[in-house]
C-alpha cells in the first residue's frame, strides 16, 4: 500500500471517531431533556453526565484536528506527484 492509501484509510478512521461522537453526543443530550427529572434528584449522575459530554466534545475536536493535518499530508502528497520529473 502506498503513502497514499494509508492517510485514505486514516482520513476515514477519523471521519468514523468524529460521526460516532457527534451521534453518541446528539444521544446522550436527547436523553439527558428527556430525563430531566430524574437527573436532578442526583448529583452523581449529573456529573457523569457532564464528563460523559466533555469526553464526547474532545474527540470530536480530535477527530476534526487530526483529519485537518491528514488532509495537509494527503493535499502535499498530490502536488508532489503532479511535480514534473526532471531527466538527468
Known amino acids: ?7 485514505k484509510l486514516d482520513w476515514e ?3 468514523g471517531v468524529v460521526f ?13 431533556m428527556s430525563n430531566v427529572d430524574k437527573i436532578k434528584e442526583s448529583s452523581l449522575s449529573k456529573f457523569l ?9 474532545m474527540l470530536i475536536i480530535w477527530g ?3 483529519m485537518e493535518s491528514i488532509y495537509k499530508e494527503i493535499e502535499d502528497t ?7 520529473r526532471k531527466n538527468k
Not at 78 to 84: A, R
Open 78 to 84: 498530490i502536488t508532489e506527484e503532479e511535480k514534473p
Open 13 to 15: 478512521f477519523n471521519k
Open 64 to 66: 476534526m484536528y487530526k
Open 1 to 7: 500500500m502506498g503513502n497514499k492509501e494509508l492517510l
Open 49 to 57: 453526565i457532564v464528563i460523559l459530554i466533555l469526553i464526547l466534545m
Open 20 to 32: 460516532m461522537s457527534f451521534s453518541l453526543l446528539f444521544l446522550v443530550v436527547f436523553g439527558v
